[in-house]
């Protein structure tokens, strides 16, 4: 088996990558925000009445992002925006429940055998094996709880290593509840930072 580490100028620019991911995420985060919070002052209008469709959608939007393989999607830019507005618990409740259950793409894939991974994933994916492997669910939770793109390997992990569906989802689901309230209390923030720097 071929375990040659890849080069230090392909790690390095994997990490470049993901710093501009992140970088692009909080941008358009603070996006959203701003054009929320400045839609409510231009006319007079209250979005935290329609906090029930929010949520909803908040739900959706995470539910999609994350049924995505390998595929960047902007849940977490979104999860911050929403929050700015409406109630940070329910918006992480929701969106960590979305988030959760979009991963069973992954899982199921995982499970029935789909070759999806492809070579330049196929490090992390062993990694992400022996993890399973040595701490069972907790690897999980632990993946779960930070925003990388690649969760995916250990949906996929899960599957193939035919952990349970109900393991995965829970230990899914609380590595991502804890984000998601991390991420939406910090999004609550944004409205006072906003109206601090502009008047």
Do not use: C
Not at 35 to 61: E, K, P
Not at 149 to 169: P, T
């Amino acid at each position: 088996m071929d375990t040659e580490k890849p080069a230090p100028s392909a790690r390095r620019s994997k990490w470049i990558k993901e710093i501009l991911l992140l970088a692009g995420m909080l941008a358009l985060s603070a996006g959203i925000a701003f054009a929320l919070y400045r839609f409510q002052d231009a006319y007079t209008v209250s979005l935290r009445s329609y906090g029930w469709l929010a949520y909803l959608i908040v739900f959706a939007v995470s539910l999609l992002s994350s049924s995505t393989i390998f595929i960047p999607a902007p849940g977490l830019a979104f999860v911050l925006a929403a929050a700015t507005v409406w109630d940070p618990a329910l918006v992480a409740v929701a969106a960590s429940a979305g988030d959760a259950i979009g991963e069973f793409t992954s899982y199921w894939a995982g499970y029935v055998g789909e070759k999806i991974i492809v070579d330049e994933h196929l490090p992390a994916y062993q990694r992400a094996v022996a993890w399973m492997n040595k701490y069972g669910a907790w690897a999980i939770f632990g993946v779960a709880f930070i925003p990388i793109v690649l969760f995916d390997l250990v949906g996929l992990a899960a599957g193939a290593l035919k952990i349970k569906w109900w393991q995965f989802f829970l230990a899914t689901w609380g590595g991502k509840l804890l984000r998601a309230f991390l991420v939406a209390y910090a999004g609550h923030s944004i409205p006072l930072l906003i109206s601090t720097s502009f008047p």
